[in-house]
């Protein structure tokens, strides 16, 4: 079963040291997507930027972890690569996988899939997978046991479409190698801006499939230096019916998202980025 046989373009990130991972997501993963539509993206290896560690974002208080902020700052322009070249392609829309990916075919999937390529207009993020708490929306398609939801963002990028509508806006927000700290203190990583910014810029749609079809391997990350637990964290429950009340509270929890960006920018200006809570000895 060929998976996403309409869609343009795939994009798979993938670091330069690591061939194997990519051999091995072609070996797994490519049984099920049209082998020639997909372009490898090669990763960014944020520790190894002229500014990485330097002052203002990284001092004392980031401590260890500047590790980590280094793979965030690292996998979200990575993503911006593969934004870009779905743009320089013209493609109507481009799939975007890490390479840690694993398919989990259903058989409705691809019926439902080619279905929503040819119906969603305008612009809109689709997920084949996504990670815990499940996300709040409605269905709007369904086949053979696969549903297809319009929700209000969810916390994942292991393996999402976007259309050509998106691409602009999405580059205009995300991170240049000049300003990957300053936007890590603003939107935190890649999959943060996805779930809490973009549904709310004008004309949007997010939607995600469910069942999933796609979870991330338990591997070791090279990129964030860290296990991804990746299948412990996917989200297998259906998304939840929004309330009434959910909707009346949407805006102070926009309000609230607002304020928290303003803030932790403010205090990363001033004191670098955070390393790692203290415990609070008893």
């Known amino acids: 079963m060929k998976?996403?046989?309409?869609?343009?373009?795939?994009?798979?990130?993938?670091?330069?040291?690591?061939?194997?991972?990519?051999?091995?997501?072609?070996?797994?993963?490519?049984?099920?997507?049209?082998?020639?539509?997909?372009?490898?993206v090669s990763a960014v290896v944020g520790r190894e930027l002229p500014t990485y560690?330097?002052?203002?974002?990284?001092?004392?208080?980031?401590?260890?972890?500047?590790?980590?902020?280094?793979?965030?700052?690292?996998?979200?322009?990575?993503?911006?690569?593969?934004?870009?070249?779905?743009?320089?392609?013209?493609?109507?829309q481009v799939l975007v996988f890490e390479d840690d990916v694993i398919i989990e075919p259903h058989e409705g999937a691809a019926a439902l899939l080619e279905r929503a390529m040819a119906e969603l207009t305008g612009p809109y993020m689709l997920y084949l997978g996504y990670n815990r708490p499940s996300p709040y929306g409605y269905c709007c398609m369904n086949n053979s046991g696969m549903e297809l939801w319009k929700t209000d963002g969810v916390i994942a990028a292991h393996a999402y479409i976007v259309s050509a509508?998106?691409?602009?806006?999405?580059?205009?927000?995300?991170?240049?190698?000049?300003?990957?700290?300053?936007?890590?203190?603003?939107?935190?990583?890649?999959?943060?801006?996805?779930?809490?910014?973009?549904?709310?810029?004008?004309?949007v749609s997010i939607y995600v499939l469910h069942p999933i079809i796609c979870v991330q391997d338990d591997a070791y990350s090279d990129i964030g230096q860290n296990g991804a637990a990746g299948m412990e964290l996917a989200c297998r429950q259906s998304p939840r019916k929004e309330s009434l009340v959910r909707r009346m509270m949407e805006p102070l929890r926009r309000l609230k998202i607002k304020c928290n960006s303003i803030r932790t920018h403010r205090r990363a200006l001033n004191g670098g980025l955070p390393g790692h809570r203290r415990r609070k000895k008893k």
């Not at 309409?6 to 099920?32: C, L, S, W």
């Not at 002052?55 to 593969?82: D, I, N, Q, S, V």
């Not at 580059?171 to 709310?200: C, G, K």
């Open 3 to 40: 998976i996403l046989e309409h869609i343009d373009g795939i994009a798979v990130i993938n670091m330069d040291t690591r061939p194997d991972r990519f051999a091995q997501f072609m070996e797994k993963a490519g049984v099920y997507l049209p082998e020639e539509k997909i372009h490898r």
């Open 53 to 92: 560690g330097k002052a203002p974002w990284f001092t004392e208080r980031t401590g260890e972890r500047a590790g980590f902020w280094g793979g965030t700052g690292g996998c979200a322009l990575a993503h911006r690569k593969a934004i870009e070249w779905a743009k320089a392609q013209k493609l109507r």
């Open 165 to 203: 509508e998106l691409y602009d806006e999405l580059l205009e927000h995300m991170p240049t190698e000049d300003n990957v700290w300053e936007w890590l203190s603003q939107y935190r990583a890649i999959d943060v801006l996805y779930r809490d910014f973009v549904p709310y810029w004008r004309g």
